[in-house]
C-alpha cells in the first residue's frame, strides 16, 4: 500500500505562484510514475502533469506547459508541481497520485493510488 499526502494549496491572485507538493510513504518504487491531476467543481478530474521517477520524463497537459513545472526529490520521495502564472481558470482541488508503472498514463483510470486532494483557489 502507498500513501501520498499533499500539501501547499491556498489562496492566490491572478498572476500569482504557488507549490504543491506531494510526499509518498509505504511500499513506493523507484519505477512508479506520478502525476498530478485537478478537479473543478461540476467538472471531471483532469491530467496536469506527470513525471517518470527513475528517468525523469515529464509530460504535461496542454492548459498549463509552460506556466507549470513538476519536478521530485528522490531522497524525499517526494514530487512536487510549481505553479507560476496563476490563472482563475487553474482553481480546483489538485490531487497527486502514483502509477504502478514506468509510462505515462494521462487518464484516471492509469493510476492506482491517490492522496485526498488540496485546495488552490485563485481570485481574479
Known amino acids: 500500500q502507498v500513501t501520498l499526502v499533499e500539501s501547499g494549496g491556498g489562496l492566490v491572485q491572478a498572476g500569482g505562484s504557488l507549490r504543491l507538493s506531494c510526499a509518498a510513504s509505504g511500499r513506493t518504487s523507484s519505477t512508479y510514475t506520478r502525476g498530478w491531476f485537478r478537479q473543478a467543481p461540476g467538472k471531471e478530474r483532469d491530467f496536469v502533469a506527470a513525471i517518470t521517477w527513475s528517468t525523469g520524463n515529464t509530460y504535461y497537459a496542454d492548459s498549463v506547459k509552460g506556466r507549470f513545472t513538476i519536478s521530485r526529490d528522490n531522497a524525499k520521495n517526494t514530487v512536487y508541481l510549481q505553479m507560476n502564472s496563476l490563472k482563475p481558470e487553474d482553481t480546483a482541488v489538485y490531487y497527486c497520485?502514483?502509477?504502478?508503472?514506468?509510462?505515462?498514463?494521462?487518464?484516471?483510470?492509469?493510476?492506482?493510488?491517490w492522496g485526498q486532494g488540496t485546495q488552490v483557489t485563485v481570485s481574479s
Open positions: 497520485a502514483a502509477r504502478r508503472a514506468t509510462t505515462v498514463a494521462g487518464s484516471v483510470a492509469g493510476y492506482d493510488y
